[in-house]
């Protein structure tokens, strides 16, 4: 794995792009100084130009020199969470450029802890900025595997399945602390680490990855329902559908995956769950609901925008 390691930041160097794992999701990488290669990673992705994307480093020393105010609450969440799946939208330096910032005064740092990304990320020695390792708005990728399919990418770091399954939590410290992204690290930890109420986002807020109403998406159709209300829906639709649910698999569905009851189970086998299902050619992708609980937050999240 060094030679590899070795290998792909030669390509992050050279202004290629580089898929690698972090224990949310896999990431599509490109030097985040570099404008040339931030636009081929855009281009890739098929991403809005106005939509900012989140730069990784190898520690938060590294990731605190692209912001250019640290309020203390920040430093205390590094401390804690990172290396990690946390995102922090902190105002930006210098180094920050607005092509990765989507023109807005604010940037996105993380350090993930995933051991390939934190051996690229010290082998590169700098920013990398690295969205998710999917066509924009498409179901995310948790092995390289998913990302050969859908991505022409000059070199891809192979470092297992997502072990998190979904995209870092992401908080706003730009003015107060404001929850942008739900995910592993949730809501009411960061309230109880920090002693302060988290806020929700508004109006004003920095835009951010996975901030649109449809994102995570699978191409066929998918209706989130009630669990009260699935088994009227397959008693219509017959075996023209797919079917996410905790249930055990109904005769009348030929393309039934039954998902884990618990929450951090269920995200990390939801994005190649949705990806399975939307290659079963059938008409709509069923997901029955998860609880209205506080643990099930991301995941709702989630899939709430993949059914759009």
Known sequence: MNSEVRHAAQVLRAGGLVAFPTETVYGLGANASSAEAVARLYAAKGRPADHPVIVHFASAQGAFEFAREIPAEARKL???????????????????????????????????????????????????????????????????????????VEFVLDGGPSEVGIESTIVDLTSGVALLRPGRISREEIEKFLQVKVKSPDSSSPRHSGGLERHYAPKTPALLLPPHELDAEVAKRGDTVAVLAFSKPDERVDNWIRMPREPHGYAQRLYAALRELDGAGCETILIESPPDTTEWTAVKDRLTRAAG
């Open 78 to 152: 590094a401390e804690r969470f990172w290396p990690g799946p946390l995102t922090m939208v902190l105002k930006r330096s210098p180094k920050a450029k607005d092509f990765v910032t989507g023109g807005q005064d604010s940037v996105g740092l993380r350090v993930p802890s995933h051991p390939v990304a934190q051996a690229l990320l010290r082998e590169f020695d700098g920013g990398v900025a690295a969205p998710s390792a999917n066509r924009f708005g498409n179901v995310s990728a948790t092995t390289a595997a998913h990302v050969v399919e859908e991505l022409d």
